[in-house]
């Protein structure tokens, strides 16, 4: 795979692992996961093995949204710990070869920023335009958008005597990317970072950087149209088509600007949050077209409630392909688990629990065979089910602005298990973490799963170090070969190497017939080859139980 590793750059089909910081390991008792937490589990993130940590905000902030509210961008919570803890754990991560990817949230602010503590206090100070101001629409908000997180995208600010838009929280009004001085400045906080050593950022909703400054009303969504990628049909948002406020054309130009500040920083890279866009695909593609745009951005389409069949996954590799070439070598971030969406494991679980092991198993290796830079989320390695937080314990803003209707959040930002027989199963020594842990976590967690050769992260573990062996599933083009009721297929392939991914997405036993040019499986699960049952025609019949699959390479 030599020659592959050089021409392309270290990110390219890389693992990585989102960290949930809040939730992920509490190092001083106070109930919250911290920077000293992760630094103190390095090894075991390094054993995974992944390539690289994406940590959620640890910035300060008031926590009006749990760090995407941020105050000062230059500044680490006291929360979360301190810069030198950051430098620390940058120094560490290097030192096990584990890149480190933060997040940045420039679509927005938090309402006691500076910045915004400023431009509210009347028309003409020097950061007057720093936020998105209107007057009011004769008594009336200005016009009908909406935030994602329920009511008007509106709050009239008595100081100014003017509304300020906030697509998400009323306490994160949205920056004016359309000011140069806005966009100088964050370019500032993102070198801040890059200097630090980070090896990449994630930019949260980057899609609502740009807003249309004629402010023109949003067109109604009409019965029949499909919904927005990730929107819960139950949302307000849902019923209208957010051309206006998000998604502007002119978003792409702003691109630009970052891209050229981390070609300061060789071997750094930009990867996108694509929220809530009507043809998600196409999108996701356009943010990263060429050399002057992100290298990579990611979308909800596995992220959504939809049974998990074989149309579901193939629907995603061919929207890709129609905007993507085979021969073109933008790769799309592609994920089934982050902080904002309900746990993969607990939306696609079989109605059978007794096929739960063997689901879980095919649902790990289905991820990395596809075709893209690889994204996790914190305890998908063990097999962790999304939690269900009662009223009086949530605290997620969108789940609560939405209940009953929507559960928010919290089900799948519960704390990690680390120690089966532990209070609060190691994550803290507080009576009270910030989130209640889930009592189903036991027999789940790292300390029970690491004695058991065959759990789901001794697994987790196996595939992915074999997967990072191959150079057709890290570099390689796809090409989509079947998509039935229950059995999916497709070709991974370099000039060196063709793999055949072959998975059973049910819970009833299929045949396939393969070529004989692909020989022994690889790797796989509840498989089995019969060579006997050659049709003369070239072919044998390979039998897969419920959630079998297997992998097998061409023979030249």
Request: contains cysteine.
């Amino acid at each position: 795979m030599s020659s592959f590793q050089s021409k392309y750059p270290w990110w390219y089909g890389c693992v990585i692992y989102e960290i949930y910081i809040r939730s992920f390991y509490d190092s001083n008792g106070d109930g919250v996961g911290d920077l000293q937490g992760i630094i103190k589990k390095l090894d075991y993130l390094a054993s995974l093995p992944i390539d690289a940590l994406w940590i959620t905000p640890f910035y300060q902030s008031p926590m009006k949204d749990y760090g995407y509210d941020i105050s000062d961008y230059y500044a680490v919570d006291p929360l979360f710990g301190t810069l030198e803890d950051f430098e620390e754990l940058i120094e560490k991560a290097h030192a096990r070869n584990l890149k480190i990817v933060v997040d940045q949230v420039w679509s927005h602010t938090s309402d006691v920023h500076p910045w915004f503590i400023e431009s509210c206090s009347n028309r003409y100070n020097s950061k007057a335009d720093w936020y998105i101001w209107a007057d009011s629409n004769h008594g009336d908000v200005p016009n009908n958008w909406l935030s994602i997180f329920g009511g008007t995208a509106w709050k009239w600010c008595e100081s100014r005597q003017q509304y300020y838009l906030h697509n998400f929280i009323d306490g994160q009004p949205d920056l004016n990317w359309h000011n140069p001085d806005v966009v100088r400045e964050i370019m500032k906080v993102v070198e801040f970072w890059l200097e630090k050593g980070v090896d990449g950022v994630r930019l949260d909703a980057c899609n609502y950087y740009m807003h249309d400054q004629n402010l023109l009303d949003n067109p109604t969504r009409t019965k029949g149209m499909p919904n927005q990628d990730g929107v819960s049909p139950l949302n307000p948002y849902s019923n209208f088509i957010n051309l206006h406020n998000m998604n502007e054309v002119k978003n792409i130009k702003s691109l630009r600007r970052i891209r050229k500040t981390l070609n300061k920083y060789p071997g750094t890279f930009a990867i996108g949050e694509i929220v809530a866009a009507d043809d998600p695909m196409r999108q996701t593609v356009e943010y990263i077209r060429g050399a002057n745009r992100l290298h990579s951005a990611y979308n909800s389409a596995l992220l959504v409630n939809d049974k998990l069949t074989p149309k579901l996954i193939a629907e995603a590799i061919e929207d890709l392909s129609l905007y993507l070439e085979a021969d073109e070598e933008e790769m799309i971030c592609i994920t089934m688990s982050t902080h904002d969406f309900p746990r993969a494991r607990s939306r696609w679980q079989p109605d059978d629990v007794r096929l739960i092991p063997a689901f879980e198993k095919m649902l790990i290796s289905l991820l990395p065979t596809l075709r893209g830079i690889i994204c996790f989320y914190q305890g998908e390695e063990l097999g962790l089910t999304e939690t269900n937080v009662s009223k009086e314990k949530m605290k997620d803003p969108f789940g609560i602005f939405f209940y009953p209707y929507f559960a928010g959040r919290d089900g799948c930002r519960t704390p990690m298990p680390w120690e089966s027989d532990a209070n609060n199963f190691g994550f803290t020594d507080n009576e009270e973490p910030w989130l209640p842990v889930d009592e189903r976590y036991r027999s789940l967690a790292v300390s029970a799963q690491e004695e058991r050769e065959d759990s789901m992260l001794n697994y987790f573990r196996f595939f992915l170090k074999w997967r990072n062996r191959q150079p057709a599933l890290k570099y390689g083009s796809v090409e989509l070969i079947e998509a039935g009721d229950s059995v999916l297929s497709f070709l991974r392939k370099t000039p060196d190497q063709e793999l055949l991914c072959v998975f059973n997405i049910s819970e009833q036993t299929n045949s396939y017939l393969i070529s004989f040019r692909y020989g022994k499986e690889l790797v796989g699960s509840n498989i089995i080859s019969f060579p006997a049952t050659n049709l003369g025609n070239g072919q044998r019949t390979v039998e897969m139980e419920p959630f079998g699959f297997g992998i097998f390479e061409r023979e030249s």
